[in-house]
């Protein structure tokens, strides 16, 4: 059985307001790399066998910071890039909604097209680390159509997954199944 944890990247500035980013690379925030240190300890009494990450900044710190505790390999696989948002990246909610209300952003990646990379990205993921359990970094559209991919649609995920969130999912008997999703009790609050 190979296990995969999912877990988001932590926040960012543009997180913070409410800017999407999609496939802009932008680093984590104070607040952020505070949000990895937790998901670090959190997770340094489990066994783990590697560290999977999207390439871009924020995912790859938040690994980084993970694995200081780890001491695992980090692999980086472009198929868990953040889905591009086209014309959108850098707006607020607000212009969004002004300017695109039907959410349909110009220049963006095909919802087809980012089921298609992420299923490639699990194939390659089940094929390099058959039986292993899998700490996977990346981003909050990624991981909520990871989720929705593994459950064939069955999960309704109403709340929209926290940064350093984790979720966890399995591949047993030639099949996907999710665990549990947007966990964050390993978080705590930190005051400004």
Known sequence: MTKICLIRHGETDWNA??????????PLNEN???QAEQCRDYLKHSEWDVI???PLKRAKQTAL??????????????????RSFGDAE??????RAIL????????????EALVKRLTDGLEKVICRFPDEKVLLVAHG??????????SEDSLKIEKYLSNACISNIQYKEKRWEVKDYNLVDHLVEIPE
Do not use: C, W
Not at 17 to 26: E, P
Not at 65 to 72: F, M, P, S, Y
Not at 100 to 111: A, F, I, K, T, V
């Open 17 to 26: 307001l409410g800017r999407i980013q999609g496939k802009t690379d932008i």
């Open 32 to 34: 952020g790399k505070k």
């Open 52 to 54: 999977v990450t999207s």
């Open 65 to 82: 910071i993970i694995n200081e505790a780890l001491q695992l390999e980090v692999v980086e696989m472009d198929e868990f890039m953040e």
């Open 90 to 95: 850098g707006k607020t909610r607000e212009e």
């Open 100 to 111: 695109y209300p039907d959410h349909q952003y110009p220049n963006q990646e095909s919802r």
């Open 141 to 150: 559209a990624v991981i909520h159509t990871l989720l929705t991919i593994v």
